[in-house]
Structure formats: C-alpha cells, structure tokens
C-alpha cells in the first residue's frame, strides 16, 4: 500500500496516455517532453507498486490495474 499520495502531474500524464496509447500524443496533449510523461508513469508505478501498462507494438495499453485507474482518473479530470 503505498505511504504518499501520487503527484497531480503524474496522473495527469498517465490519463492523457491511458486515452491516447502513445507517450509522444501524450507529452504534446500536456505541452511537455516525452522524457517527462515517461518519467511520471515510472514515478507513479514505483509509487502504486504495480506495472499500468504493457507494450504493444509502437503503442502502451493498460493493464489491469491501469484500466482501473484510468477510469477513475479519467472521471476525477
């Protein structure tokens, strides 16, 4: 269970990618780099202790856990 809560702009980033199913659509949706959208998913699956995301050829799709969190990501913005 994690000890903080995870940072605003990292579950920003992870609801534009969860949307959109591509970091670079992500990162232009939010007017940042690539780099950053990449580094707030890794911050918040090291923060939530779970993998939100698998590769798919180009493209990321949720996991299980990250579906679940996209939806409520997706109705909380």
Do not use: K, Q
Request: aromatic share 4%.
């Amino acid at each position: 269970m994690p000890t903080s809560l995870p940072s605003l702009n990292a579950l920003r980033a992870f609801e534009a990618v969860a949307r959109l199913h591509i970091v670079s659509r992500a990162a232009d949706e939010l007017h940042v780099t690539h780099g950053a959208v990449s580094r707030h998913l890794r911050t918040l699956e090291e923060t939530l202790g779970c993998a939100l995301f698998r590769r798919e050829g180009r493209g990321l799709v949720p996991t299980r856990a990250g579906l679940h969190l996209a939806e409520a990501a997706s109705d909380a913005f």
